[in-house]
């Protein structure tokens, strides 16, 4: 008899033991999609690709006191873990105003919020011609006036890789060839890229594929 109250008490003593090591652990994660533009050799447009696999892309966890986490998707999603509870939003940005944002997301008890979809979509008038291309692609653009503006080529996580154009553009019709190589002359490899235009008002961006 006493042999078996010996044992019950070791049985409610470990489990004691295990409620304490399984707290909940408080996240959120998610999917990011990346949206562009393709056309043909001659600029003729040819279809949307809408891009849900994409590693690299750098993700930021915010609260009310700034960006808390940092992170990068990995097969186009993210994940953020043991934080505190509290109110968060989740973003994602390639330049200054091209962002996506979670709508505010309460962490209580839940183990997991999965939240809406990032979403970074290219925009404005640039055209690279093809997309996606192989060896090297060539770009158009029209500006209404003589400003100064920058044309480069961001990596996955929005850092610039290549400048191509930097000055005073000529109001008008622009284009220039990009032979798919970085600042240094090495070819970049196959994947995604982003062809951005910053006139200091506002970015075009658009989503280039090299195969």
Not at 44 to 72: M, W, Y
Request: charged share 20%.
């Amino acid at each position: 008899m006493l042999r078996r109250l010996g044992i019950t008490a070791l049985l409610l003593l470990s489990g004691c033991g295990r409620d304490k090591v399984t707290a909940p652990i408080l996240g959120i994660r998610g999917p990011v999609v990346l949206v562009g533009y393709l056309t043909d050799g001659t600029g003729r447009p040819i279809g949307t690709r809408v891009f849900a696999q994409a590693d690299g892309v750098p993700v930021e966890l915010v609260s009310n006191a700034g960006v808390v986490a940092t992170t990068h998707t990995q097969n186009g999603r993210y994940a953020f873990a043991g934080m505190p509870r509290g109110s968060y939003k989740v973003r994602t940005q390639v330049t200054y105003d091209l962002v996506a944002e979670t709508r505010t997301l309460t962490v209580t008890d839940a183990l997991v919020i999965e939240a809406d979809t990032l979403r970074l979509q290219s925009r404005g008038d640039l055209y690279p011609i093809p997309n996606p291309f192989t060896s090297s692609l060539f770009t158009t653009f029209e500006m209404s006036g003589s400003v100064q503006a920058s044309l480069r080529v961001l990596d996955p996580s929005g850092a610039p890789i290549r400048t191509l154009l930097e000055g005073r553009f000529p109001q008008g019709l622009n284009g220039i060839t990009w032979d798919g190589t970085d600042a240094r002359g090495v070819p970049v490899p196959g994947g995604f890229y982003w062809l951005t235009l910053d006139d200091g008002q506002a970015t075009r961006a658009q989503l280039v594929f090299r195969e």
